[in-house]
């Protein structure tokens, strides 16, 4: 049955061309399975978590000591949402250095808009433990957004009694929990719903390896359980960390922003303007398909048509990446270069 509902989602078109998900690297399947395992653990916490300033970092600390699988289930969804961001930043970049995403102009704006929306549902989750980390990170990314033109209009809205305040945890947990799932989840089915208008996927040059859709059903099954099962062993692995309480008197030096956004606070240590010039960037890629007048109906991996774009993305992939590895490993007190700091 659940074979059948795959095969209805995803239908593929029967001929040698067409059975082409195995160039996809699966990566839009992994993100639907990591998806729906994230929303699965992040109901489970609910049983115990408390969205009170006072309580907190305690029902926190409850779960993790007294509740049977308590420190797991958090280690997993925790897990799931880097996993989600990575996966789904992966997925993205195989559509453009495919070319795809000039073809299907609207999923890779539904998709861009999806990608938004996944990362600041995992800022958005950052507050919920209420320790040191969570609100020196919090409060370090609020004040990168503050340096943005309409900032402190969004940082009033959001944060209306500051980080720690009660009514900004309260709207955090309403967004984290309710309003980004909810949206979320009515994109991506809007996203697959696409696919499925589309007639499948773009066509890849190359013949495919997957036989019949049945085959492709498998494969997308077997490839959604090794990514939980690849999510359940690094949630082993590494567990969840909790700190201190948070403490706003005590700020750690330095204080980090979220690490998917280490970059960014990078840029802005720099110099604070330069964020402008990231949104500038990031707003321009919405409408990267227009980019590409010169799309073909086929999927060539690293192709001549589109070159500039896929230039552009890669070359901005290795500045982001660098950025974060500086930023995680080599910034220490007072945000200076050290030889190695963790
Ligand atoms: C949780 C987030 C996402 C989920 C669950 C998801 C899911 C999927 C699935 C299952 C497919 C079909 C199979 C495949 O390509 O693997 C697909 C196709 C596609 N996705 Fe996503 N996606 C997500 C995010 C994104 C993002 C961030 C972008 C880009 C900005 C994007 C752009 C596209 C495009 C353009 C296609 C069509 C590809 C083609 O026709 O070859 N998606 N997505």
Redesign the pocket.
């Known amino acids: 049955m659940i074979s059948r509902f795959f095969a209805h989602l995803?239908p593929v078109t029967f001929n040698k061309d067409t059975l082409l998900?195995r160039k996809?690297?699966?990566?839009?399947?992994i993100?639907?399975a990591l998806?729906v395992l994230l929303g699965i653990t992040g109901v489970l916490l609910l049983f115990y978590y408390s969205p009170e300033t006072a309580t907190a970092y305690s029902s926190i600390m409850f779960l993790e000591e007294h509740v049977v699988g308590g420190a797991f289930i958090r280690s997993l969804h925790r897990m799931c949402s880097h996993m989600?961001l990575v996966f789904?930043a992966l997925?993205?970049l195989?559509?453009v250095f495919?070319g795809?995403?000039a073809?299907?102009k609207k999923?890779?704006q539904l998709?861009?808009i999806?990608?938004g929306l996944?990362v600041f549902e995992a800022y958005t989750g950052y507050l919920m433990p209420m320790d040191q980390l969570s609100f020196w990170a919090t409060k370090t990314g609020m004040e990168l957004m503050n340096t943005l033109p309409a900032g402190v209009f969004l940082k009033n809205l959001l944060m209306p009694d500051d980080v720690g305040g009660r009514l900004t945890l309260l709207r955090f947990f309403a967004l984290h929990i309710v309003f980004l799932p909810t949206l979320?989840l009515m994109l991506?089915s809007a996203?697959?719903y696409n696919?499925r208008r589309?007639g499948g996927?773009?066509p890849m040059l190359e013949p495919e390896k997957v036989k019949s859709r049945e085959q492709l059903v498998r494969f997308s099954l077997i490839i959604s359980f090794a990514a939980v099962a690849v999510a359940i062993l690094l949630s082993v692995i590494f567990k969840s960390p909790l700190e201190l309480p948070a403490d706003p008197a005590s700020p750690p030096n330095p204080a980090k922003s979220a690490w998917f956004l280490l970059w960014i606070q990078e840029i802005v240590s720099w110099r604070a303007s330069l964020f402008n010039a990231v949104a500038v960037v990031f707003i321009l890629c919405y409408f990267l398909p227009s980019f590409n007048k010169m799309h073909t109906d086929r999927?060539v991996w690293f192709g001549r048509s589109g070159r500039p774009v896929w230039v552009f993305m890669l070359l901005l992939t290795v500045f982001i990446v660098v950025l974060t590895i500086i930023a995680v490993y080599f910034r220490g007190a007072n945000w200076e270069l050290v030889p190695f700091y963790y």
């Open positions: 995803f998900f996809t690297g699966y990566l839009g399947i993100c639907t998806f989600l789904a997925h993205l195989r559509t495919t795809v995403y073809a299907r999923n890779w998709g861009y999806i990608f996944i979320t991506i996203h697959l696919v589309d996927l773009v999927a």
